[in-house]
């Protein structure tokens, strides 16, 4: 089912919004509304972009924190500190992550 973009951008906002009030109303270090939040956030973004690829032929140039990637990229970021002097231009950095 092809969802509107639109649609999901509003899910999307009031998924940021969501997370926020949990934020403020926090009520311990690791509060579960706060994690909860937070997962919602993702998959909101997660439908947007697809609703946007699938409209358009768009992505955003955001791309989504997961934990066992980051660590990962640590061990290759050493192999990949050549790449970045290589760059001629700023916007370069973004178009390997949007073509991805």
Avoid: Q
Wanted: glycine letters at 0%; proline letters at 4%; charged letters at 45%.
């Amino acid at each position: 089912m092809t969802k509107d973009p639109r649609v999901a951008l509003e899910v999307l906002v009031s998924s940021l919004e969501e997370h926020l009030s949990a934020i403020v109303s926090r009520r311990a270090e690791d509060d579960p509304a706060v994690d909860a939040a937070f997962l919602r956030i993702a998959d909101a973004f997660e439908d947007y972009e697809d609703a946007l690829y699938e409209a358009y032929g768009e992505v955003t140039p955001l791309d989504l924190y997961d934990d066992d990637s980051d660590e990962n990229d640590d061990e290759s970021d050493d192999d990949d500190s050549d790449d970045v002097d290589e760059l001629d231009e700023p916007d370069d950095l973004f178009d390997e992550d949007v073509k991805a």
